[in-house]
């Protein structure tokens, strides 16, 4: 499986890392979180009725990172002899390197993800980001999936934070995605890949620390559709056919 491939990626570099693990010119450090949330949105598509529980564990040693991130849902059941069992089940999880690399106030990273999912074809992104640290912290991402969906997705975000209480800040944020024929994204009308806007979001949460490591992030975010062809599509791969979709919930996280 190209999965099994991936997770032998990961394991070599972590241990690549490991032998440098008394450098102290290299900065080493990770997390790991959880999100509770109301639905599970990706990019515009609603990909489940009910909660869902998302976590995360991340490494990053000096330029290098690597991520693993799941999605449980709590609405999806496994299928024994013809009769639904158990309280959810696993639906994703994804597997994502980096590389970042800053100059003076311009960050570019590079990356690379793996999509292993449940009930459909996995598939494989390579991606490149640019962000520069100024007023609203503009970034702009191009993902290209060379696998099932074999064409691009391209996302512009902005976002600021404001001072609320101590070292309590509401950020709010908005993002902007244009798709290229990319068939993970769906359809238009025709049943046909398509180039066009396809959905933005806007979103809010406050960041509360709990303790010298440790975040809680409550956050809402509402998504909807650019084009005609972006709300076909997101109707069509949405679990209950929503093209407009208000979402939210808390994210807790350990850095250490």
């Given at each position: ?23 102290d ?46 999605n449980y849902d ?133 960041t ?29 791969v ?16 350990l850095?250490?």
């Amino acid at each position: 499986m190209k999965i099994t491939k991936v997770f032998l990626m990961v394991v070599l570099i972590l241990s690549i890392s490991a032998t440098g693990i008394y450098a102290d010119d290299i900065k080493k450090s990770g997390y790991a979180s959880m999100d509770a949330m109301s639905n599970y949105v990706w990019r515009g598509q609603k990909l489940s009725n009910s909660w869902v529980i998302q976590p995360s564990v991340g490494i990053n040693y000096g330029a290098f990172g690597v991520n693993i991130w799941s999605n449980y849902d709590s609405d999806r059941f496994e299928v024994t002899s013809g009769s639904e069992s158990g309280h959810g089940k696993i639906t994703e999880t994804d597997i994502t390197l980096t590389y970042t690399h800053s100059i003076n106030k311009l960050t570019l990273t590079g990356g690379y993800i793996y999509y292993a999912l449940e009930g459909a074809n996995d598939t494989q992104e390579l991606f490149i980001s640019a962000s520069y640290d100024m007023l609203l912290n503009p970034s702009l991402t191009v993902y290209y999936d060379y696998d099932e969906g074999n064409g691009a997705f391209i996302v512009v975000a902005v976002g600021h934070t404001f001072p609320v209480y101590k070292d309590i800040g509401l950020k709010l944020g908005a993002t902007a995605g244009y798709n290229i024929r990319n068939k993970v994204m769906g359809f238009d009308d025709d049943g046909k890949r398509f180039t066009n806007f396809y959905n933005a979001e806007l979103s809010a949460s406050v960041t509360i620390p709990v303790h010298k490591n440790i975040s809680l992030t409550p956050k809402i975010a509402y998504s909807f559709p650019l084009s005609s062809d972006a709300k076909e599509a997101i109707r069509r791969v949405s679990d209950d056919g929503k093209k407009n979709i208000l979402y939210g919930g808390v994210n807790l996280t350990l850095n250490f």
